[in-house]
């Protein structure tokens, strides 16, 4: 079978594998409608929206603000919207790995359980990017937040699925990892750079250039990292397709994404959509990384459970 990532019929399959299944996409859907919510957080920024519901967590004391609605208050209102359901997600889905714990690998409740936290935790630093206006410590506190709990989705549901190794990824997982430790540290840097708008204040008033060129600099370590993984992808030997795919994918990604940055800039960030497509394509190439490197991961893995090899001479010694 040359594709790693296997596939079978739903009838062919005993309870625990249906399990594993549904919840593979259960996390990977979650994981999507939080990438979703990410982009549309971005759009609630670009757009000053952030306070347009002066309160938390209701809406000018109601939960639909029918007179006050207009662009801004729905983008904010409808922020808090998916929000909420992306909640009930995490909660339905610590629920579910418990109660099926047997059907799934240990670590997995425990997953469940660190997701639900994050999910916790980033509702929190909803609330005080309102109660203290934007302070942009919060507000980078929590896209770092949002983006750890889209990773973790994307490690859980990497983990779980249906996946064939062939035990040749060697050192790449480790690249894949350093890959994507950087690409999360720079999307920190971009947080604090849009929190800020350092952009608009060290070009408009010479402040916070410090801020703007760390972020500028900042590109050139994960751009080497996620070169550097997709050049010895290219180079390894029987490489999994979907290890390969993935790595295709993340060259992809960063091209569109250093595109963008530059649009960006010499836009001075006017172009909203934009602005909003290279954070959400910033997100998918960290997702992608961690794809990567969790799969990586237990491709490597495989040859722990590979029967040693003999040589000629040890056979004969045996015989």
């Known amino acids: ?17 249906l399990v594993r299944m549904g919840m593979t996409r259960f996390v990977f859907g979650l994981a999507i409608a939080t990438l979703f919510l990410m982009a549309l957080g971005s759009a609630t920024r670009v757009m000053n929206a952030g306070l347009s519901c002066p309160d938390w967590p209701l809406c000018y004391g109601e939960l639909v603000p029918r007179q006050q609605m207009n662009l801004q208050v729905f983008l904010e209102w409808f922020h808090r919207l998916v929000a909420t359901t992306i909640g009930v997600g ?34 929190i630093l909803g609330g005080l990017t309102v109660t203290e206006l934007l302070r942009f410590d919060i507000v980078t506190a929590h896209l770092g ?27 790449l997982r480790w690249v894949g990892v350093s890959a994507a430790v950087l690409v999360y540290a720079q999307s920190i840097l971009g947080g604090l750079v849009s929190s800020q708008w350092a952009l608009h204040q060290c070009l408009g008033t010479s402040t916070l250039c410090t801020v703007m060129n760390s972020h500028l600099a900042g590109v050139v370590p994960p751009t080497i990292a996620v070169l550097t993984l997709v050049m010895l992808a290219w180079r390894t030997p029987a490489l999994s397709f979907a290890l ?10 960063l091209i569109l994404q250093i595109t963008l940055g530059v649009a960006t800039f010499r836009l001075r960030l006017q172009v909203e959509p934009l ?13 992608t990384l961690i794809g990567f490197a969790a799969l990586a991961l237990r491709d490597h893995a495989v040859l722990a459970h590979q029967p040693p090899i003999l040589s ?6 045996l015989e």
């Open 244 to 253: 390969r795919r993935l790595a295709n994918g993340a060259a992809l990604l």
């Open 90 to 123: 995490a909660i339905a889905l610590c629920a579910v790995a418990w109660w099926f714990r047997r059907d799934l690998p240990t670590w997995t409740p425990w997953a469940a359980s660190f997701a639900l936290f994050l999910v916790i935790f980033q509702g």
């Open 312 to 317: 000629d001479e040890t056979l004969v010694i």
């Open 145 to 171: 937040t949002g983006l750890l709990f889209f990773g973790t989705l994307l490690a859980i549901g990497a983990s779980l699925v249906a996946y064939k190794g062939v035990g040749t990824v060697g050192k």
């Open 1 to 17: 079978m040359s594709n790693s990532i296997l596939y079978s019929s739903p009838e062919s399959l005993p309870p625990s594998a």
């Open 275 to 287: 602005t909003v497509a290279h954070q959400a394509i910033g997100a998918a190439l960290l997702g």
